[in-house]
């Protein structure tokens, strides 16, 4: 389940006297990290052995460093009186009508709480996605090609959870490199992935950066600018420049489907959440 959400419902779960204890396969110090970054109210356990993951069995099958996404519901008795074990984390959603339903309230309609922004690594859009993308050139110097070619290799053959083993390991193997540095392969990974041979879409998001500098530049002279016949001529300038702008942005919008762009900043944010929470839980 995502913490985030969780955290964003909790005033839900206690007001039906219920509380929440998630349990992760990481160490304490990057759980440490996670609480502070999410800002959690509730417990967040470690258990690096593994111990409550194979004394309750959801060991993950494929990945034994991972756990499968389980969920208990346990009553003051002790008794577990619900559980979900999938691939799929359930929603909070869904834990409060199991909740509702276990203690006879179901269904109620309390108000849900609107999930506050919560600090990831970006892009937060296709667009912001793309211009990451056009921004890569090569891995830095300092980290090892090889390391990083096995986890593309992985990330390649849709094994996510052993690509991101993968990618956490080589963060441990560069104790010195910086977070800029391994935020960059992320984005190398991902650009490598989805875009290395898509030069239109690689296109599109050179030419939406550099749209993008013309209209900041056009807007900051404009605002400086103290004659009236000078303002009017920048403002021309940058009304054709804006319009521009959003012919760019249509562009990408209309081909981000087909450029698998979601995808790409899905990747890029998952990677890059890996490698801050690796860098400060150094």
Known sequence: MQLGELQSQVERFAARNTSIIAISVDAAQASLVMIERLGLSFTLASDPEQRVVRAFGVQNPDTKE??????????????????????????????IDAIDAVQGNYPQTDRVSVRSR???????????ALLEMVKVSTLPTNIDTQQV???????????????????????????KASQLDLLSVAAWLTHKLYLQDNAQALDAGRDLSRRLLRVAQLEAKYAAATDDTSRDELLQTLSKARAGLSLARGTISKNASNWRLSRVKASLRSLREVARAGSLGR
Not at 118 to 128: E, G, L
Not at 152 to 172: G, H, M, P, V, W
């Open 66 to 95: 991972l756990a499968l996404h389980a969920v208990y519901l346990v009553d003051e008795n002790a008794e577990v009186v619900y559980r979900k074990v999938a691939r799929r984390r359930p929603t909070a959603n869904e834990l």
């Open 118 to 128: 919560i600090a990831v690594a970006y892009p937060t859009n296709n667009f912001q």
């Open 149 to 175: 070619t096995q986890v593309y290799a992985q990330l390649k053959t849709a094994s996510s959870d052993d690509a991101l083993i993968a990618f956490k390991r080589l963060i441990e193997n560069h104790p």
